[in-house]
T-cell receptor
Framework: KAGVTQTPRYLIKTRGQQVTLSCSPI?????VSWYQQTPGQGLQFLFEYFSETQRNKGNFPGRFSGRQFSNSRSEMNVSTLELGDSALYLC?????????????FGEGSRLTVL | GQNIDQPTEMTATEGAIVQINCTYQTSGFNGLFWYQQHAGEAPTFLSY????GLEEKGRFSSFLSRSKGYSYLLLKELQMKDSASYLC??????????????FGTGTQLKVEL
């Protein structure tokens, strides 16, 4: 059973550009969440999608957006990149939101903004 | 809001037992999770507690006291491969619930010979 797949794994952008990151959840999982991980702040919640609907949103500016497709794949977009957006972006999937079910994390997309 | 505290670093000896503490403040507590993350890898699930008490899973155990806002992860018979960051995370129904978890900054555990 394939795990959570994130693409691209590494990317370098410059300030002002925009970026789109992709996440394919484990087959059968319908809930997809996104987290930003930085050395100083740890993991911070970005958003959660279930059945193509955003269920939860973290405290990030509107430059951060996401969506989920009918096949449960998800994308997140960051526009007008800033240096502080450099981070590891992790996607996690689960069968359903909440409950005792574990979140399965992908290996992340490491974004560097120059 | 939520506040999650855990020690930044810990060092222990191979074969020993180590306890990693986590304290939290939340209004609508609905579960506490422990994850393990090796450097450069994805976090992996270790345990989930929603009721008070101890959950044991092999060499790893996790304890929760909701009244004290306190949890610990106990690792027995430490192995070198246990060197990793251990992340405590809380779900709060009042701030969204679901898979919106608030994570601590992690405890970096180093296991030495």
């Amino acid at each position: 059973k394939a795990g959570v797949t994130q693409t691209p794994r590494y990317l370098i952008k410059t300030r002002g550009q925009q970026v789109t990151l992709s996440c394919s959840p484990i087959s059968g999982h319908r809930s997809v969440s996104w987290y930003q991980q930085t050395p100083g702040q740890g993991l911070q919640f970005l958003f959660e999608y279930f059945s193509e609907t955003q269920r939860n949103k973290g405290n990030f500016p509107g430059r951060f957006s996401g969506r989920q497709f009918s096949n449960s794949r998800s994308e997140m977009n960051v526009s007008t990149l800033e240096l502080g957006d450099s981070a590891l972006y992790l996607c996690a999937s689960s069968l359903e939101p909440a409950g005792a079910g574990e979140l399965f994390f992908g290996e992340g997309s490491r974004l560097t903004v120059l | 809001g939520q506040n999650i505290d855990q020690p930044t670093e810990m060092t222990a000896t191979e074969g020993a037992i180590v306890q990693i503490n986590c304290t939290y403040q939340t209004s609508g507590f609905n579960g506490l999770f422990w994850y393990q993350q090796h450097a450069g890898e994805a976090p992996t699930f270790l345990s989930y507690n929603v009721l008070d008490g101890l959950e044991e899973k092999g060499r790893f155990s996790s304890f929760l006291s909701r009244s004290k806002g306190y949890s610990y992860l106990l690792l027995k018979e430490l192995q070198m491969k246990d060197s990793a960051s251990y992340l405590c995370a809380v779900r709060d129904l009042l701030t969204g619930g679901g898979n919106k978890l608030t994570f601590g900054t992690g405890t970096q555990l180093k296991v030495e010979l």
